[in-house]
């Protein structure tokens, strides 16, 4: 394991990654690269680049996407992934993880978090503040799921989809891939086809 971490992308998403990393307590030291070359530090940590250095650092470095963007995030890490680097994912101490959870590399999960017994969470997903994810839920690569979302028991979110801030998804139901639910909405039914669904329940818009 490498004891330095290089974060791409020094803005808001970025920001709460390294206030998550510091609180791990687990690399000496932590840096940024952000293409924005006016910001010389984020968090007091030094930005030493923008993404193209990212080459140049990957052999001293585990690397994480701090980028909100899903299709963006997902760019950069699977290019990541494709030259070999090493992604670890991050767990804000206050996060509760329930037995036989797996999650994959280059995803963060945030204060307040719970994830119960059974579930699988993706590569590259943000599992953001105080979210809940309960049992035998299974959510794709590239999810995010925002602050105080609430998914009952065995939900599955497919890839790349995005549930707004407050959304709730009912036990047994099942998202596709590629979906937007509207902050505060409620989701009672399967969703099939890619789209923006808001309301309570869910339309299609």
Not at 111 to 126: D, F, H, W
Not at 133 to 141: K, S, W
Request: charge should be neutral.
């Amino acid at each position: 394991m490498k004891n330095k971490l290089l974060i791409i992308g020094a803005s808001g998403h970025g920001k709460v990654v390294a206030d998550i990393a510091i609180k791990m307590n687990k690399w000496k030291s932590i840096a940024f690269l952000d293409d924005d070359k006016s910001i010389k530090s984020s968090m007091d940590l030094e930005i030493i680049g923008t993404s193209d250095d990212v080459f140049t650092h990957i052999d001293e470095y585990e690397i994480f996407v701090g980028i909100g963007s899903n299709t963006t995030r997902q760019r950069i890490h699977e290019m990541l992934e494709t030259f070999g680097a090493s992604i670890p994912n991050l767990i804000h101490p206050k996060a509760v993880i329930g037995n036989q959870v797996d999650i994959g590399t280059g995803t963060v999960v945030m204060a307040g978090v719970v994830i119960n017994c059974c579930t699988k969470i993706g590569r590259g997903c943000i599992i953001n503040t105080g979210s809940t994810i309960d049992h035998d839920n299974c959510i794709d690569d590239f999810v995010h799921i925002s602050p105080g979302s609430h998914l009952a028991g065995t939900v599955k979110v497919g890839k790349g989809s995005w549930l707004g801030i407050g959304s709730v998804v009912s036990n047994n139901i099942t998202i596709t891939n590629g979906c937007k639910v509207g902050a505060g909405s409620v989701v009672v039914k399967d969703i099939t086809e890619p789209g923006v669904y808001v309301g309570v329940p869910v339309r299609r818009v």
